[in-house]
């Protein structure tokens, strides 16, 4: 009550003041004392000055003693400290391999991943264990590795550790070798090396992807490379545990792995008659002399199958040996049903059954057929003709029985007159054909003239196609009209070649020229046609049959150099005829100058003078002065 | 101060406080409610983590800012040379919100771990902010200058008639002795809580009293504001002498926690020093 009447009375002390009251004093400096005193309590006791708890793996440095275990004074936690208990991650550090020394981790302090204080269920390693990239480690995982196994602990457990002191701690990823056999069993019991990799693959044990049997002492040929490992390499039980031996099988001789079914009787070398390819199939090259059994192989029963005579089941190759008379039929079946007899040999030989031209060495005498062979008959193999069996009917009254039409139906529409192959040819041949002229001459086109002796392919043989009929009877149907469109049709008609020519001689030209308007006379009956009608100058040389001009001069050449000339045109006619080169129709009268008197007896040179002019020599017949002294007084 | 400035300076100190709190809680809600074992693989771990960028950071500046609350304000209250710096009152409220928005800090830096002996100081430093809430309700309790010199009951009674005259001139003098005998004081004594609830319903009673003599409503507001206040006052003077007993006993709480809060945060420093965790900015 005293502490409440000072507060009424003196309201202007602070408030402090009013604690100075003993009682309060008192009260309050034990409250300070009680609260420090249980503070020195707690810190001495719990020596909680840690901020959480540490992880159950670290449970063991729990406690303010240890903090330095860890932490190192004024410069929080060293990796130094960490990989001083973490013995083995330093040695693997130290020695730059596994994860803690791959690129991504190397440099960074242990506490970037790791962490403590986090309470006892902290898990200080934590990682996606689906997505880890297993190469930084430094192994990488292949083929079965990476996808068979989808624990990490299927290989990371105490069983694989090879380092003692992290085999008993949980949890751990140190301690596994890349060596196989430190996971794995050695399935060969220490026969083979220690080297898995040299034979095995990560992707599958059992098929031994990298072994390879040419590296070893035995190389695998022929059927070998195809037989099952286990046909040779049996699975038996070692120790208790399944096993196949692989190294050192014994492979000296083949009846190491082979039963020898001729029991010893022809050696114990395999190879003198078989080889690795097959079995069954004796080697082209065999060594055995069948001879030396009284029946000597030839042609293809040199290359087929033992088996195919001697059955294994009989005898051990001995089956023939008491069989007499060894004959074909002893082994083939008569295909023939005995209708060609016994002697096989009379038409097949060893080479091949079927009859071919080259090997045919048969005697089977055809002339008792009906059809005797004759011509090149004779030399067809058999079965050219006899499809199935010899025996077998053939007819063979037409040859298309057995032969194509080569003429693809050309003479279909003349079977009357051609009614077989046999009409043109022969056995002999099927060139050259037999059809005579005399035959020829039987068709709508008789050959004469030069046509007899025209080979049948200048007419019948077209693009490489022989063609007989419905070729034409025309001359153009084979010749070509040189004159189409040079002479007028009104001369020769619808290309009728022989209103001018015959087929005696192309050459020999029967024309009427009186049918022109140019009827020829004199000499011109003499000429070539071509000396007018071919322009030879040209090349190659023109055809000229229309628009020829009736001028001398057109074909002639002006002789007189052009001495006669009377506007543009000579007239030779004035001095020639046709008949004759001669000047028959010359009077020396009607020129200006008439001879006469002696005149007449001298010879037209002595006044009409050769000159040369240019090239030519001109004989001039215009003199100019003929007065007598003009030639006389010369 | 004028009052303005001082609402001012209030908001200015209470938003501070509020937006901080939403924004660490915004930050680092999803974090904070991860459970400590699963902490160390959030993403926000190294940053939100006590000695991450923003976790050691709170610390520091929460420890900071309550050295200041706290010391400041002693030294205001002790030294005469800072006796004419600033009023008390503006001075307890500088203290307040630094040593609110300190250990809000703190809360976020312990990043909702509570353990070990550093948990002694915060849980010293929850008990501290816990009285300064209650200390503060007894703080108000009592009436003082606005130096925060506590007033006598007759310094009190003057008040209360100066409040009296007020009313005075808003009312005829029947309406104010009819008022002034409703808020007179029975004999019967009551305890707090029903006592307010009887100036609660007195107030009610008045309200409806005073909106019968049709008086305006601004007015009858501030004859509510003053009947308000002298019922308080009344309240007041009738528990003056059980609160300074309260304020006198609560400073025996108030401060030794905060000593032992200073004591063990000042180990927990120097542990974290020693072990490396140094000043970060």
Redesign the interface.
Known sequence: MS??KS???N??K???S??RGGE?RI??FA??LF??LQ?LF??SS?A??????LSKAHAKLEGLSN?TQC??????ISNQKCLACHKELNAQVSKNKGFHSSAQIKGKDCMTCH?EH??L????I?FDKNTFNHNFTGYELKGGHKTKVKNCNDCHKADNITIATLKNKPNTFLGLDTKCLSCHDDYHQKTLSNDCTACHDFNDFKKAAMFNHDKTNFTLIGAHKKENCASCHKEEIRNGKKFVKYAGLSFSNCTSCHKDIHKGEYGNNCKTCHNEESFTKISPSRSFNHTVTGYTLEGKHRDINCKKCHESSVGNFKEFAQKNNITCLTCHKDIHEGKLGNDCKSCHNQQSFLLKNKTYTGKFDHEKTDYPLEGKHAVVDCKTCHKSDFTDPLPHKDCMSCHNDKHNGDFETKKDKYPDCASCHSVSGFTPSQFTIEQHNKSKFKLEGAHIAQPCFSCHLADKKWVFNNIGTECINCHKDIHLGVIDKKYYGEQSCSTCHSTENWKVVNFDHKTTKYPLAGGHLKAKCSDCHIDKKSNPPNQIFKGLSHQCSNCHEDIHGRQFEKNGITDCAKCHGSESWNPKFFNHDNTNYKLDGEHKNVACAKCHITTLAGNNNIKSFKIAKYQCIDCHLK | MTKTAHRIYLGTMTSIVILVTIYLFYRGLPYYKTS??E???HVDHKILK?SGPIGHGLGITGTLLMIIGVFGYQAR?YMKSLARVWVLKHWLEFHIFLCTLGPIMILFHTSF?F??????SFW?MVAVVASGVVGRFIYLQIPRTIQG?????N?IRGMQTELAEKIEIELSSEKLNEILALTKRSSSKKNIIAQYLADWKLKINIKQQLKKTNLERQKLNGVMSLVSNELNMNRKIER??VM??W??YW???H???A??ML??ML??VG?TI????KWIF
């Open positions: 502490l409440h507060h009424i009375t309201t202007s602070h408030i402090f009013i604690q309060n009260l309050c409250t300070i609260f420090l503070l707690i810190a719990y909680q000055l840690s901020p959480g708890k903090c932490h190192t004074i004024g410069d929080k962490s986090h309470g269920n902290f898990n200080a934590r | 400590i074992e902490r160390f693989y006590p209250k771990k353990g070990g002996l550093v948990s002694i010293s010199r506590e007033l006598s009951l310094e003056l002498q300074q007993k304020f006198n400073h025996v709480i401060l030794p926690f000593i032992i004591v063990i180990i927990h542990v020693a072990f490396g965790y």
